[in-house]
């Protein structure tokens, strides 16, 4: 695989001066709507794009995937809410260009204790990078790197978490490129209730983390070097060579383009014009 860009330490000062001056401003849209308050601990239940280019990356991902967006906020502090039809499914918020260059996107797991959660990570050898705080209209947050590095947000959900569906356009499945493959899997089975899964005939060690019977995310070493750990967002399409070629034309980078020996052609990798991987695959099951 090839890429041109990773994420830098100096991302860690523009997140906390972001999330220290919105959490207070702004009223966030609720993860859940139903009628009953329900938790999936260990679920991914929300994304958030972090770029030097807001308003590039709005553009991009309409073009891509028909995203819409509602904005909170003004100015420099501005979040932008992403809808797919009318269900909200994240937020893209701005980091300063002079101080990182480059986007990621953001997923946040769902915890039944945001403070134990953040303890258990500095436990274990990971950094917090922005302290438990109440966020309006969304519950209890903190951002940490977890001891390989890779960025994370633990949540406790006011709302509850929403309903796990795979929908055209939106969020499939999560998957960590980790630098010590067995050590994230035990750092992670210590944080949420999972059971892991060897999937073989793999060319590559890979392991399913599952809760219960219900398969949540995958975990990997990593496969580019020099670039720290990382979790990869996947979105499901109907055509992943369509949208690849999209995305290129609107200045994107193919870190993996589809191949017929990696999952039978149906997923890319993906940069987008701010540097922030993301994957897509067609997804029929």
Not at 20 to 36: F, R
Not at 39 to 53: M, R
Not at 272 to 281: I, K, M, R, S
């Amino acid at each position: 695989m090839k890429t041109n860009r990773i994420l830098i330490p100096g991302a860690a000062l523009s997140l906390f001066l972001f999330f220290s001056l919105s959490c207070s401003n702004i009223e966030y849209p609720a993860l859940s709507s139903n009628d009953s308050i329900e938790y999936n601990h260990g679920q991914f239940v929300w994304h958030d794009l972090i770029t030097p280019n807001p308003e590039q990356a709005k553009d991009f991902y309409t073009q891509l995937f028909g995203w819409t967006y509602k904005t909170l906020g003004e100015g420099d502090m501005a979040y932008h809410v992403i809808y797919n039809g009318d269900k909200a499914i994240g937020g893209i918020f701005p980091l300063n260009v002079k101080t990182h260059p480059t986007g990621e996107w953001l997923s946040s797991v769902s915890v039944p204790d945001v403070d134990k959660a953040v303890a258990y990570n500095i436990q274990k050898g990971g950094k917090t990078l922005f302290k438990p705080s109440n966020f309006k209209g969304r519950g209890r947050s903190a951002l940490v790197q977890d001891p390989e590095g890779a960025y994370i947000s633990f949540i406790r959900s006011e709302s509850g978490d929403p309903e796990f569906k795979i929908a055209e356009n939106s969020w499939l499945w999560m998957e960590l490129w980790t630098s010590d493959l067995q050590g994230s899997i035990a750092y992670y089975k210590g944080l949420a209730p999972y059971k892991t899964e060897e999937v073989k005939g793999d060319k590559v060690p890979y392991f399913l983390m599952k809760v219960e019977d219900t398969k949540i995310c995958g975990m990997m070493k990593n496969p580019v070097e020099n670039m720290r750990s990382a979790w990869l967002p996947y979105i499901k399409v109907k055509d992943v060579e369509q949208v690849s070629s999209t995305a290129t034309s609107l200045g994107a980078v193919l870190m993996l383009e589809p191949r017929d020996d990696v999952r039978d052609g149906s997923v890319a990798i993906i940069q987008d014009p701010n540097g922030a991987p993301f994957a897509v695959q067609i997804w029929n099951k």
